[in-house]
């Protein structure tokens, strides 16, 4: 079973340096570098689990994560959507990281670029919800994600039962995805396109809706609603 993150001795490094703050906890100006280090590992990690799943007789799970083709948006485009009008903490990126490996370690599935966007929407949203002061509901990180509210439901009750409810991450396992995601996201890979990540101002509240294909393993049926890109 293929999971999002590799084996092996990490580098040292700090993880702070990684998620775009300073040892103080305060924001470093420009773009935060768990952005760009999280659509490199994704990135690779679907490359080498669908090249594995084609040349192979193996099959993947299907899970109601999986659409029948994938997104307009790239992983990097979405992640900098998510990123910009969800205000979530820099560390809900690692520690969502961190959830996906669990879900597929336990439902012995891959990720692909059929299941990738939403397992992303889901696992940051959960993130966002144990761990900051604050956040948006379902319906909002739906418009954000591309989905219908109800769908948006159905997969947090997916992830969390999967998970058996447990969203707890010690330090130590923070800090060794952290150091994970700088040697995996930096070692021959580029993204397609540089994440401009920033932190949204009190004007930036307008939310331009994408266009989502939301298919899921029940119905297979194609969203009705066609939603313009960033």
Known sequence: ???SMGKGKAVESDPY???????????????????????SVLERSIQ???????????????TIFHGSKPPALSIGQYIERIFKYCKCSNSCFVVAIIYIDRFLQRMD??????????LLIT??????????????????YAKVGGVSTEEM?????????????????????????????????????QTDQKIHGYRPNKDDRKLPVMEAETTTQQNNKHCNKMMKNL
């Open 1 to 3: 079973m293929a999971t």
């Open 17 to 39: 340096i990684a998620l775009g703050l300073d040892e103080s906890g305060n924001w470093v100006p420009g773009a935060p570098r768990v952005l760009s280090l999280l659509s």
């Open 48 to 62: 080498r689990n669908e090249k594995l799943l084609q040349g192979s007789k193996r099959k993947d799970v299907v």
């Open 109 to 118: 599935a891959y990720l692909t670029s059929l299941n990738v966007h939403r």
């Open 123 to 140: 696992s940051v949203m959960v993130a966002a919800k144990f761990m900051d002061d604050q956040c948006y509901n379902n319906a909002y």
């Open 153 to 189: 439901n159905g997969l947090e009750m997916k992830f969390l039962f999967s998970l058996d409810f447990r969203l707890h991450v010690t330090t130590e396992v923070f800090n060794k995805y952290c150091l994970k995601m700088e040697r995996e996201g930096d070692v021959g890979y």
